[in-house]
């Protein structure tokens, strides 16, 4: 027994230290664009010598310039604003379209749902023009309703939300009816808190990807008071294609929401990760 507890505290002991050199080597490229973000540009591109550190002092008048030339308070509100509404929109339209497909019986059900795994089947940039020209018929252009459109429902939501209904056991929706629970009152007191997990990795997932989206804002905002941090990064990029330390700037300041929003929901995104077997 002692040489067997012996040989797990090894284990243990391997797989921690594994799992220390991994998290060092993932935290390298934020470590590497915030250092650089604080270098003169000469100390950017230089090779030989090569500059780990800033060498002529830590240059915060980066982050001072592209704060000046960008409006980042309104890339904040926009992006999170968009994060938000396609939050609620995902998770509201998912939870009610996970509970018909999973617990209740319709006709066409079984073709209906095979329509929203062939939706996940195809790429989302084949819809991008439909939902351009969608938005652009309701005149709501350079609007946050053309940029949450996009995020009103979700397949993979739908999906994820149908298989937390289908694990839930039917004797607690039975009870329910003997006791004269109707359709609604069975889906908001019963079964709708018991699928909190997989609405908050719903959530997870729904933000993270609404903050990484670049391409729909770009084409359905192109006025810069209603962009987001993606799409203004990707112009600044433009604008300051050959000054590094500006560009590490603007990505460090564009990184910070997220930053911010892991740090509060910290427990909320480890237990939904966990929970839904997903990764990002």
């Known amino acids: ?114 329509l929203i795994l062939v939706q ?39 999906y994820l939300l149908k298989t937390g209904y289908e694990g839930l056991p039917k004797d607690l929706e039975e009870a329910a009816m003997i006791d004269g629970c109707n359709i609604g009152q069975r889906f908001l007191f019963i079964m709708m808190p018991l699928t909190q997990s997989s609405m908050v990795s719903l959530g997870i997932f729904t933000a993270v990807f609404a903050f990484k989206d670049l391409m729909w804002p770009m084409i359905v905002c192109t006025n810069a008071d209603t962009t987001t941090l993606s799409a203004g990064l990707a112009k600044m990029q433009g604008q300051y294609g050959s000054e590094y330390p500006t560009m590490m700037a603007a990505a460090t300041l564009a990184v910070l929401p997220m930053i911010v929003i892991y740090v509060i929901f910290q427990k909320q995104f480890v237990e939904g990760i966990a929970t839904s077997g997903g990764k990002l």
């Not at 591109?45 to 090569?50: A, D, L, T």
């Not at 940039?125 to 938005?135: A, E, G, S, T």
């Not at 053309?146 to 429902?153: A, D, N, T």
């Open 120 to 158: 996940m089947m195809i790429p989302a940039q084949i819809f991008i023009i439909p939902q351009y020209l969608m938005v652009s018929k309701l005149g709501m252009l350079n609007s946050m309703f053309g940029l949450v459109f996009p995020g009103l429902v979700t397949a993979f939501g739908t």
């Open 1 to 114: 027994m002692e040489g067997y507890a012996a040989k797990q505290r090894n284990i243990k002991i391997v797989m921690h230290v594994l799992l220390i050199i991994m998290s060092f080597i993932m935290l390298v490229p934020f470590a590497w664009m915030v250092l650089t973000a604080l270098k003169t540009n000469q100390e950017a591109i230089s090779v030989s010598p090569f500059y780990i550190l800033p060498h002529s002092g830590w240059h915060w008048e980066n982050f001072g310039k592209v704060w000046q030339s960008y409006n980042f308070v309104t890339l904040y509100k926009n992006t999170l604003l968009m994060i938000f509404w396609r939050v609620v929109c995902a998770v509201l339209t998912a939870t009610m379209a996970g509970y018909a497909f999973g617990r209740l019986k319709f006709p066409g059900k079984n073709f209906l749902f095979s």
